[in-house]
């Protein structure tokens, strides 16, 4: 009997944390829904204070380099 009760509390308590994880990760995708512009602006600034290109993430050295890499 005790043996069943300690299992169904584990068990309990694993889907509690699946619950938090989920409502963490759906608190985050609205966070980063609302934010996006703003968040793309501030990595476009930060990107262009540190003498790249704001409009891409990639300069084409390092896709070169990449390329390369491959071969």
């Known amino acids: 009997m005790k043996y069943r009760n ?13 619950i938090i994880v989920v409502i963490v990760a759906i608190a985050a995708i609205a966070v980063f829904g609302v934010f996006s512009d703003r968040i793309r602006e501030m990595l476009g600034g930060a990107t262009e204070e540190l003498g790249g290109d ?8 390092s896709v070169d380099i990449m390329q390369d890499l491959g071969n």
Do not use: L, N, R
């Open 6 to 18: 300690k299992k169904s509390k584990s068990g309990q308590a694993m889907v509690e944390y699946i």
């Open 54 to 61: 704001p409009g891409s993430a990639t300069s084409e050295e």
